[in-house]
T-cell receptor, first 112, second 114 residues
Framework: EDKVVQSPLSLVVHEGDTVTLNCSYE??????LLWYKQEKKAPTFLFML????IEKKSGRLSSILDKKELFSILNITATQTGDSAVYLC????????????FGPGTRLSVLP | NAGVTQTPKFRVLKTGQSMTLLCAQD?????MYWYRQDPGMGLRLIHY???????AKGEVPDGYNVSRLKKQNFLLGLESAAPSQTSVYFC?????????????FGPGTRLTVL
């Protein structure tokens, strides 16, 4: 059975801290790993990772994938209160892009 | 360009009632999906479609039916609602880019079944 696990499930930090969110997976026919940020409503896309060892960066956020060890991390440096959200990790698996398996999410709270 | 839209945004049903949720996308995407999201459980795939006229079951299909008569629309039906179907429902669409898919999500529908 395909599975995506995220840790920690919840995290509270203060502004300026650096955080690392973890995502591990076991799926059949891995195609890509995606990170989303979910605030009040719909998830919004952050990164898509397909190759091991290549870091993706967007401002203070960065992510990397290890396909050998089957995990990814999402780093957020110099956190701000606006980073407070649930961060979802999803793995695209299967042959036709129909199978997206989501983890439970990490709820990040950034205190001023 | 509205992206992915969902109607309605909120709905309250009594047990046994039926309803249809509508998802529409204007990005010409081939793939469309329906998810439900419950507290602490991330998103779970209900049904999906890889093209007009095709549908398939996801992880949690029981109690739901879908139809994709037009490429831009994906309908989710509940024939006889149950309290266990109280959830937030998200529709998504995606395109295949160099063999990988990026999903775009609608704003969600909050459904309560009493």
């Amino acid at each position: 059975e395909d599975k995506v696990v995220q840790s920690p499930l919840s995290l509270v930090v203060h502004e300026g801290d650096t955080v690392t969110l973890n995502c591990s997976y076991e799926v059949t026919n891995f195609r890509s790993l995606l990170w989303y940020k979910q605030e009040k409503k719909a998830p919004t896309f952050l990164f898509m990772l397909t190759s091991s060892g290549i870091e993706k960066k967007s401002g203070r956020l960065s992510s990397i994938l290890d396909k050998k060890e089957l995990f990814s991390i999402l780093n957020i440096t110099a956190t701000q209160t606006g980073d407070s959200a649930v961060y979802l990790c999803a793995v695209e698996a299967g042959n036709y892009g129909q199978n997206f398996v989501f983890g439970p999410g990490t709820r990040l709270s950034v205190l001023p | 360009n509205a992206g992915v839209t969902q109607t309605p945004k909120f709905r309250v049903l009594k047990t046994g009632q039926s309803m249809t949720l509508l998802c529409a996308q204007d990005m010409n995407h081939e793939y469309m999906y329906w998810y439900r999201q419950d507290p602490g459980m991330g998103l779970r795939l209900i049904h999906y479609s890889v093209g007009e006229g095709t549908t398939a079951k996801g992880e949690v299909p029981d109690g739901y039916n879908v139809s994709r008569l037009k490429k831009q629309n994906f309908l989710l039906g509940l024939e006889s609602a149950a309290p266990s179907q109280t959830s937030v429902y998200f529709c998504a669409s995606s395109y295949d880019w160099e063999g990988h898919n990026e999903q775009f999500f609608g704003p969600g529908t909050r459904l309560t079944v009493l």
